[in-house]
């Protein structure tokens, strides 16, 4: 089982670009959760969703972010036009059901540098 | 709203000496709780959680945890501490009551350091 697989690792991207963060759940989990950590801070929830469903968006940024849960592939966290302040490391989390069951399984991480 | 608390920024401790990490909760009814370890350059590692039942938790690597309600707190304890335990520790609870949106919310976690 190889476990959550973000990808990619390290992400550069220039103000205005976009960026996309994938992560691939556990095998057999089917809610994916993402967290974003900035320097020195604790983990702050973005979104949780299920597949093809978006159960909890509380966290998201009502502009230029968005995140998707296809029936097939990775789900995907996009950031369109990145400023300085998106620098951080995004997590993804997933879990076979709900998370006080079972938990969460944590994926290494993407970390976002806008330049 | 749920939230959690660590009020240590960062913990000091000699090796082979005893650890606790601090952790105290706010949720409007009976909470799920959850220690989690960070290593550098890494994503957050499950330890231990505390759902029902016995109020002394325990958890990977030697960690422990002990509800308390009356104190709404959930510290991480650890009889001897090793080098290798240095890292980030996060506290997370959540609210039993929550319907469908079971989201985990994270205190702002604490740095152990261990020293020989």
């Known amino acids: 089982n190889a476990g959550v697989m973000q990808n990619p690792r390290h992400l550069v991207r220039r103000r205005g670009q976009e960026a996309r963060l994938r992560c691939s759940p556990m095998?057999?989990?089917?809610?994916v959760y993402w967290y974003r950590q900035l320097p020195e801070e604790g983990l702050k929830f973005m979104v949780y969703l299920q597949k093809e469903n978006i159960i909890d968006e509380s966290g998201m940024p009502k502009e230029r972010f968005s995140a998707e849960f296809p029936k097939e592939g990775p789900s995907i966290l996009r950031i369109q036009q990145v400023v300085r302040g998106d620098s951080a490391a995004y997590f993804c989390?997933?879990?076979?059901?709900?998370?006080?069951?079972?938990?969460?399984?944590f994926g290494s991480g993407t970390r976002l540098t806008v330049v | 709203a749920q939230s959690v608390a660590q009020p240590e920024d960062q913990v000091n401790v000699a090796e082979g000496n005893p650890l606790t990490v601090k952790c105290t909760y706010s949720?409007?009814?009976?909470?799920?709780l959850f220690w989690y370890v960070q290593y550098p350059n890494r994503g957050l590692q499950f330890l231990l959680k505390y759902i029902t039942g016995d109020n002394l938790v325990k958890g990977s690597y030697g960690f422990e945890a002990e509800f308390n309600k009356s104190q709404t707190s959930f510290h991480l304890k650890k009889p001897s501490a090793l080098v290798s335990d240095s890292a980030l520790y996060f506290c997370?609870?959540?609210?039993?009551?929550?319907?469908?949106?079971?989201?985990?919310?994270f205190g702002t976690g604490t740095r152990l350091q261990v020293t020989l």
């Open positions: 095998k057999g989990h089917s809610h």
């Open positions: 949720v409007s009814g009976n909470p799920y």
């Open positions: 989390a997933s879990s076979e059901g709900r998370a006080d069951n079972y938990g969460y399984t």
């Open positions: 997370a609870v959540r609210d039993k009551r929550t319907g469908t949106a079971s989201k985990l919310t």
